[in-house]
């Protein structure tokens, strides 16, 4: 059974610095992804990471995937506070997908 | 874009009441979902139906049945809501194994 274990579960950001989201899943996976969810909206996806070493960027996020491992990771490089939202990774086995419980991160000024 | 709608952003119900969530997606998706978000648990997969009229449980389908007679629509059914049925419901589409498309939600109150 694809279980799937992220943390932190709370971040605590300041503004410029670097951090770093891990996701651990149980067994292979055909592919993962990333989601985003602002404050009061629905999800949306950011990266979907296909194959082992799979690294994805889109401004200051940057998802990468080691599937011997079975670790993704997402990576915030200078934290802004446009990133105050809540993160899922989500390993996808055939039809189905689960989801992490999520990163939920605050920046401080 | 694709465009997944769901019938209520918001919805106080009392126990014992049969409650329909109903979702719409206008990208011939083959593959719907219904997950509930509660804090600290993530999204948890209720059924999801890859095809018109075939539906299979998720993780935690008891206390909820599903209906999908149209390949656009895909309701959700509590029989007969309890308190414990509190929760933010999610629905999604996709195509084959891709990403899912989410709706915007719906936040059931069971009082």
């Known amino acids: 059974e694809l279980k799937v274990e992220q943390n932190p579960l709370f971040l605590s950001m300041q503004e410029g610095k670097n951090y770093t989201i891990y996701c651990n899943y149980s067994?292979?996976?055909?592919?993962l992804y990333w989601y985003r969810q602002d404050p009061g909206k629905s999800l949306e996806s950011l990266f979907v990471?296909?194959?082992?070493?799979a690294v994805k960027q889109e401004g200051r996020l940057m998802a990468s995937l080691d599937t011997k491992a079975r670790l993704s990771t997402l990576h915030i490089t200078a934290a802004v506070h446009d990133l105050s939202a809540t993160y899922f990774c989500?390993?996808?086995?055939?039809?189905?997908?689960?989801f992490g419980a999520g990163t939920r991160p605050f920046v401080k000024a | 874009d694709v465009k997944v709608t769901q019938s209520s952003r918001y919805l106080v119900k009392r126990t014992g009441e049969k409650v329909f969530l109903e979702c719409v997606q206008d990208?011939?998706?083959?593959?719907m979902f219904w997950y509930r978000q509660d804090p600290g648990l993530g999204l948890r997969l209720i059924y999801f139906?890859?095809?018109?009229?075939?539906?299979e449980k998720g993780d935690i389908p008891e206390g909820y049945s599903v209906s999908r007679e149209k390949k656009e629509r895909f309701s959700l059914i509590l029989e007969s809501a309890s308190t414990n049925q509190t929760s933010m419901y999610l629905c999604?589409?996709?195509?084959?194994?891709?990403?899912?498309?989410f709706g915007p939600g719906t936040r059931l109150t069971v009082t």
């Open positions: 990208m011939d998706h083959e593959n």
């Open positions: 990471l296909l194959s082992n070493g």
């Open positions: 999604a589409s996709s195509t084959a194994v891709y990403e899912q498309y």
């Open positions: 067994t292979t996976s055909d592919r």
């Open positions: 989500a390993p996808q086995q055939g039809f189905k997908t689960i």
């Open positions: 139906s890859y095809d018109v009229k075939m539906k």
